[in-house]
């Protein structure tokens, strides 16, 4: 069964550091990998995705990821966090049912603070 | 603009009583899921319907049920409340099959059951 890993529940960064997100996964063939950001008392926005090529993945808000195939990775980063980017991560793998049925299995997030 | 609409924001229950979420999309999505987020346990998968005409179960589907009544819209049933379901529950749609596009997620229904 394709499951992804969030191993930090929180990680803090101070503005205008770099900062990681870390993602594992685990899949029966290809991946297919997303990353979704959630500001409070919103839904999940989609921030950026990898289904094949480069293995870094450009997105929204300055937001990049890098896929790992050895490492079955896939970590978002930025290169200089804002405090406007505190909010909860979330890293998700497409999983395809029967009937070709297409379905997705989110970890359990990573809640970021950026301190000014 | 809208994308994905649910109703309503907030609801209180108590033990026992039912409701119903309405979830309403405008992107022609012909996929629509509905999610639960609790804290530490991320989003979980309660129903899913992968066109109009079918639903299928997810990872946590009992004490709900689930309608697609037409290609915009998904509603899920509450028959009898309990306390563990009190929650946050998320509608989403994605095109569907052989589509890259990413799933687009509604605001919410934050949903207290005393």
């Known amino acids: 069964a394709q499951s992804v890993a969030q191993p930090e529940d929180q990680v803090n960064v101070a503005e205008g550091n770099p900062l990681t997100v870390k993602c594992t996964y685990s899949?029966?063939?290809?991946?297919?990998l997303f990353w979704y950001v959630q500001y409070p008392n919103r839904g999940l926005q989609f921030l950026l995705k990898y289904i094949t090529g480069d293995n870094l993945v450009k997105g929204s808000y300055g937001f990049e990821a890098e896929f790992n195939k050895s490492q079955t990775s896939f970590h978002l980063k930025k290169p200089s966090a804002l405090v406007s980017d505190s909010a909860l991560y979330f890293c998700?793998?497409?999983?395809?049912?029967?009937?070709?049925?297409?379905?997705?299995?989110f970890g359990t997030g990573t809640r970021l603070k950026v301190l000014a | 603009n809208a994308g994905v609409t649910q109703t309503p924001k907030f609801q209180v229950l108590k033990t026992g009583q039912s409701m119903t979420l309405q979830c309403a999309q405008d992107m022609n999505h012909n996929s629509m899921y509905w999610y639960r987020q609790d804290p530490g346990m991320g989003l979980r998968l309660i129903y899913y319907s992968a066109s109009e005409g079918t639903t299928d179960k997810g990872e946590v589907p009992n004490g709900y049920n689930v309608s697609r009544l037409n290609k915009r819209e998904f509603s899920l049933r509450l028959e009898s409340a309990a306390p563990s379901q009190t929650s946050v529950y998320f509608c989403a749609s994605s095109q569907g099959q052989y589509s890259n596009q990413p799933q687009h997620f509604g605001d919410g229904t934050r949903l207290s059951i005393l």
């Open positions: 899949v029966s063939g290809n991946p297919y």
């Open positions: 998700a793998v497409r999983d395809i049912v029967r009937g070709g049925t297409y379905k997705y299995i």
